[in-house]
């Protein structure tokens, strides 16, 4: 007896991304994305670059920086 949500050998595909779906964030807006943070820095003028302005983030939006973390880290 298979509960609901498991995979039965022979069934179709339910749910998740069709095949050809792009990703929601691409390499490129992801690159422009770290390349403004990097620029922006620690004082928004680009001091310590990337990681001075990650810093600023966990030291003044915790909750902001810790989804982030969470974002990145493998599941």
Known sequence: M???GRFQSG???V??????TPNRVSGEQ???VIATM?????DGRGKDELV?????IFL???????????????K
Request: hydrophobic letters at 30%; charged letters at 30%; a positive charge.
């Open 30 to 32: 992801a690159d422009l």
């Open 60 to 74: 003044t939006q915790p909750k902001i920086g810790l989804k982030l973390l969470r974002s990145l880290l493998p």
């Open 2 to 4: 298979a509960g609901k």
């Open 11 to 13: 069934h179709k595909k």
């Open 52 to 56: 001075g302005y990650l810093q600023t």
């Open 38 to 42: 990097t620029k922006m820095g620690s």
């Open 15 to 20: 749910g998740g991304r069709k095949k050809g």
